[in-house]
């Protein structure tokens, strides 16, 4: 019966153990999943900025080109703003996914930190 007791007691703290350490990687890994979502939305917002100084230069130089009567130019001109919007439109985008990724690890870090408890 003691063998019994023992052996059952050993199991149970071998589990209790091993759900504490899984428990300890999960939240470190979701730490990192944090830091790395942070770096991405930081570099997305970097790229927005140059983005967005893109499009207003390309705008002066639109209307220079335009109020000079340089229709090629012109041309060439709108054809670069359209690349610069569908950039930033698209780093917009991707920022916001980044965004919802950090709010989805920090939830797993809360409930992973709550479940160790």
């Known amino acids: 019966m003691r063998r019994l007791i023992t052996l059952l007691?050993?199991?149970?703290?071998?589990?209790?153990?091993?759900?504490?350490?899984?428990?300890?990687q999960d939240v470190k890994q979701d730490?990192?999943?944090v830091r790395q979502d942070r770096r991405d939305i930081r570099s997305d917002?970097?790229?927005?900025?140059?983005?967005?100084?893109?499009?207003?230069r390309d705008r002066r130089e639109l209307q220079q080109?335009?109020?000079?009567?340089n229709r090629q130019a012109?041309?060439?001109e709108r054809a670069d703003l359209r690349?610069?919007?569908k950039d930033l439109r698209q780093d917009l985008?991707?920022?916001?996914?980044?965004?919802?990724?950090?709010?989805q690890d920090r939830r797993d870090r809360r409930?992973?930190?709550r479940d160790r408890r």
Do not use: C
């Open 65 to 69: 080109d335009v109020k000079n009567g």
């Open 9 to 24: 007691a050993g199991g149970a703290l071998a589990v209790a153990l091993g759900a504490s350490a899984v428990g300890a």
């Open 83 to 85: 690349r610069d919007r």
């Open 111 to 113: 409930q992973d930190v």
């Open 45 to 56: 917002t970097r790229d927005i900025r140059a983005d967005r100084r893109d499009v207003a």
């Open 93 to 103: 985008r991707e920022r916001r996914t980044d965004r919802r990724d950090l709010r």
């Open 31 to 33: 730490t990192r999943d």
């Open 74 to 76: 012109a041309k060439g």
